[in-house]
């Protein structure tokens, strides 16, 4: 069973940086690609940053050019750096793991990141 756990969330004023990082359990090296999720009370879950095969990065649009996705494979965690923070950005954050093709369905704990004066 893989476990998630997320940290590195907290309020930070518009303009700021965080960067969030998600420690999983087992080798990080066997997941054929890394998520980042993030969820607000009354909206869906949706997809925020993805790194496949630990190369190839995808991003929403709504935080292209203002986000990274890193893995860290000798401390098995993946690593969202934010930056440019806004109001909008603020929601509980997630990571999941592809291992194959079947993404995981026992999401972690999250970490709150909140964005405001």
């Known amino acids: 069973q893989v476990q998630l756990v997320e940290s590195g969330g907290g309020l930070v004023q518009p303009g700021g940086s965080l960067r969030l990082s998600c420690v999983v359990s087992?080798?990080?090296?066997?997941?054929?690609?890394m998520a980042w999720y993030r969820q607000t009370p009354g909206k869906r879950r949706e997809l925020v940053a993805g790194i496949i095969g630990g190369r190839v990065t995808h991003y929403a649009d709504s935080v292209t050019g203002r986000f990274a996705i890193s893995i860290d494979n000798a401390e098995n965690s993946v690593h969202l750096q934010m930056n440019s923070l806004q109001p909008e950005d603020t929601a509980v954050y997630y990571c999941?793991?592809?291992?194959?093709?079947?993404?995981?369905?026992?999401w972690g704990p999250g970490t709150q990141v909140t964005v405001s004066s």
């Open positions: 999941n793991y592809r291992y194959g093709s079947v993404w995981g369905t026992s």
């Open positions: 087992g080798s990080i090296s066997t997941f054929s690609a």
